[in-house]
């Protein structure tokens, strides 16, 4: 499962579905993906191109989530799906019909619908009754639940989180929360500021109380797409402690 897109100062986030070739673990593999480079869970295989994160071919990947469809987030699409035309690509209901049903308002809102895939359709996100730490509903993206997608509006209508319950690089189990814009970093999140560009404060900060809260209740590493700090809070698996 991957994530698509690039953000201004730290490429955005993504997971792969499957097991990493390269060791021995059935558990995600978190890699970070843009249109023109990615980062690998292990800083000696950051850098390489987003359509083969980590040595794979796009067309292996499982499937792909944005957070929401912002320029700086979904300008991969485009290019990933040329790569791999079938490829799966997940987006909520509240989002989609916010954006992908009204893409003038999308552009005027920060999306270049002009650069999604031709007759972009992609996966609808419809929350189920599956309660994780304080949601009380979420929806997993792999049949083993260890990829898990969770609403975190406020930045924009049907913006998501992801919770990537991996391992690290050295195989330790890790829980990861990859929280898109819901929060700019972690600076802000401690403060719960909501970013100043926001659809619905309200939400927003509703968004940043249920993943510091998550953050109390398990290890996490949280990565923000814009924190310039977050490649190494995800090469060192530096855990989260809400303030």
């Known amino acids: 499962m991957a994530e698509i897109g690039h953000a201004s100062t730290v490429v955005n986030e993504s997971v792969v579905d499957g097991k990493d070739e390269s060791s021995s673990t059935k558990l995600p593999t978190l890699e970070f993906l843009s249109t023109g480079t990615q980062l690998h869970h292990r800083a000696e295989r950051w850098h390489r191109?987003?359509?083969?994160?980590?040595?794979r071919q796009a067309n292996r990947l499982k499937g792909g989530d944005t957070s929401h469809?912002?320029?700086d987030h979904a300008g991969g699409l485009e290019d990933l799906i040329a790569a791999a035309p079938d490829l799966p690509v997940y987006v909520s209901r509240e989002h989609w019909k916010a954006f992908g049903e009204h893409p003038f308002f999308a552009s005027m809102e920060g999306a270049t619908p002009n650069h999604w895939p031709k007759n972009f359709s992609p996966k609808i996100?419809?929350?189920?009754d599956r309660p994780v730490g304080p949601w009380k509903k979420s929806y997993p993206l792999t049949s083993d639940g260890k990829i898990v997608a969770v609403d975190t509006s406020g930045h924009v209508a049907g913006h998501l989180a992801l919770l990537v319950f991996g391992e690290n690089g050295t195989?330790?189990?890790?829980?990861?929360?990859?929280?898109?814009?819901a929060t700019y970093g972690i600076d802000v999140l401690d403060k719960e500021e909501p970013d100043g560009i926001n659809d619905d404060p309200v939400r927003a900060l509703q968004s940043l109380r249920l993943?510091?809260?998550?953050?109390?209740?398990?290890?996490?590493v949280v990565l923000p797409s814009h924190d310039t700090n977050t490649p190494r809070f995800l090469a060192e698996g530096v855990v989260y402690r809400p303030k």
Request: hydrophobic share 30%.
């Open 125 to 128: 996100i419809d929350y189920e």
């Open 69 to 71: 469809l912002h320029n």
């Open 171 to 181: 195989g330790e189990a890790t829980t990861y929360v990859l929280p898109g814009d």
């Open 49 to 55: 191109p987003a359509t083969q994160p980590a040595g």
């Open 211 to 220: 993943i510091k809260e998550f953050a109390r209740q398990t290890d996490v």
